[in-house]
């Protein structure tokens, strides 16, 4: 059924939790089963003056699937800079986990979406 990288990251989910001086902030919800997540981001510049992911922390209201994603996806992309996390696919997620059983797919684009959501977000108030 689920992969071992599953269950530890629904198990012992990393970045839990809310930035309070967050730069960003992602929310999305599934339609379908009702799940909701919300994405905080904290956002620098590195050396190349380029945007990047300083720090990345989740609140998902989920599934195991939803858990674990959310959770694999804050170790995807801190450190990614905005250009290259809006690029994070769910299918990449899935890979990082593990995979995931086919009923379950859908479940990881509720992390890509949080994370969409959260960069287009300050994008559009910087510009
Ligand atoms: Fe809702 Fe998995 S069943 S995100």
């Not at 629904?10 to 009702?34: L, Q």
């Not at 859908?106 to 979406?113: I, R």
Request: hydrophobic share 35%.
């Amino acid at each position: 059924m689920y992969s071992n990288k599953v269950m530890d990251l629904f198990k012992h989910p990393r970045n839990i939790g809310e930035i309070k001086d967050a730069d960003a902030i992602g929310k999305v919800g599934n339609p379908i089963c009702g799940d909701l997540m919300w994405v905080y981001l904290k956002i620098e510049k590195n050396k190349k003056g380029e945007e990047f992911i300083k720090d990345i922390k989740v609140k998902t209201f989920g599934c195991v699937a939803a858990i674990a994603t959310s959770s694999a996806l804050t170790e995807i992309a801190k450190g990614m800079t905005l250009d290259e996390a809006e690029k994070i696919s769910k299918q990449q997620v899935a890979d990082y986990v593990g995979g995931l059983p086919p009923p379950k797919l859908h479940c990881s684009v509720l992390a890509t979406d949080g994370l969409k959501n959260a960069i287009e977000g300050y994008k559009k108030k910087k510009h």
